[in-house]
Structure formats: structure tokens, C-alpha cells
């Protein structure tokens, strides 16, 4: 499954909420959106990522 966490449709926002952290208080929703990386690979947060200058 793919979602959008930064879309800006208030529908599409309600429905995440409703999906993710209903049960869970306000500021808890925009913090999980936050953490939600769909391209990133999450090897990339496991280790020190280092960038250089030839790659």
C-alpha cells in the first residue's frame, strides 16, 4: 500500500488520522506523518549515512 503523508486535501488528511491514530491525541497524527518516509530506504536511518562527493 502507498499513502501520501503530505497531501493537503483535508479529506485525504481526515481518513489518514482516522487510519492511523484514532485512538491516539492530536499531536500524535502530524509526529507519525513526519516518520512516514515512502521512498526512502530505511537503511539510510540504521547507520551513519555518509554522502561523498564521486557517488
Do not use: I, N, W
Request: glycine share 12%; hydrophobic share 30%; proline share 5%.
Amino acid at each position: 500500500m502507498r499513502l501520501d503523508p503530505r497531501t493537503g486535501d483535508a479529506g485525504d488528511l481526515k481518513a489518514l488520522r482516522e487510519m492511523m491514530c484514532a485512538g491516539y491525541p492530536d499531536d500524535a497524527f502530524p509526529q507519525r506523518l513526519g516518520g512516514m518516509q515512502t521512498d526512502e530506504s530505511t537503511t539510510a536511518h540504521s547507520g551513519r549515512a555518509v554522502g561523498r562527493a564521486e557517488t
